[in-house]
């Protein structure tokens, strides 16, 4: 199985910083990279598909890069609304894998 | 567009249960349907996937005990969870996507709000 690496695991920051995540696939699974964003005791929501392809409605503060095996999600200028956990995710093969996740929390 | 699980709920270790999840919008048949499971403060398991054509793939923690399925008639899908362990203690979600295909992969871009499964004695 792909493994995915998310780094860090915890990130604090305050509103208005930039901030980035990390990705990192341990075979490369080309552009086929999701990124999601989960808030306590709520379902995933989907905010970057095909490793740089914004789903609809979500606001262009956020933006994916990458291929390969390196992949990053960055906001651009932190939101109140943002501060909750992110998970990248490999759909390159039929069995499917999760980062460990990242919480971003207020610092 | 929406997903709405059910079924989830207090077994024991060993025992069965049977989820389902019933799609307004669109249609089950004809999207890649997944389940993916969270255990209590933990991060996001892939567990099953159904195809359109019926091919399922299921994780290797659950393969032989797990049974991913859909009605059409119903807009439903379902995963008979046998031989169930303390491990497999989670919130359930069922979501659209998760199948990959010759040209175009696809992410889960619908998700249900989860059912709670609890094995315990």
């Known amino acids: 199985d792909i493994q995915m690496t998310q780094s860090p695991s915890t990130l604090f920051a305050s509103v208005g910083d930039r901030v980035t995540i990390t990705c990192r696939a341990s075979?490369?699974?080309?552009?086929?990279l999701a990124w999601y964003q989960q808030k306590p005791g709520k379902a995933p929501k989907l905010l970057i598909y095909k490793a740089s392809s914004l789903d609809s409605g979500v606001p262009s503060r956020f933006s994916g890069s990458g291929s390969g095996t390196g992949f990053t999600l960055t906001i651009s200028s932190l939101q109140p609304d943002d501060f909750a956990t992110y998970y990248c995710q490999q759909y390159n093969s039929y069995s499917l894998t999760f980062g460990g996740g990242t919480k971003v929390e207020i610092k | 567009v929406e997903l709405v699980e059910s079924g989830g709920g207090l077994i024991q270790p060993g025992g069965s249960l049977r989820l389902s999840c019933a799609a307004s919008g669109f249609t089950v048949s004809g999207n890649y349907m997944s389940w993916v499971r969270q255990a209590p403060g933990k991060g996001l398991e892939w567990v099953s996937v159904i195809y359109t054509g019926g091919s399922t793939y299921y994780a290797d923690s659950v393969k032989g005990r797990f049974t991913i399925s859909r009605d059409n008639s119903k807009n439903t899908l379902y995963l008979q969870m046998n031989s169930l362990r303390a491990e497999d203690t989670a919130v359930y979600y069922c979501?659209?996507?998760?199948?990959?295909?010759?040209?175009?992969?696809?992410?889960?871009?619908?998700w249900g709000q989860g059912t709670t499964v609890t094995v315990s004695s």
């Open positions: 075979q490369s699974i080309s552009r086929w």
């Open positions: 979501a659209r996507g998760g199948g990959i295909a010759a040209a175009v992969h696809y992410a889960m871009d619908v």
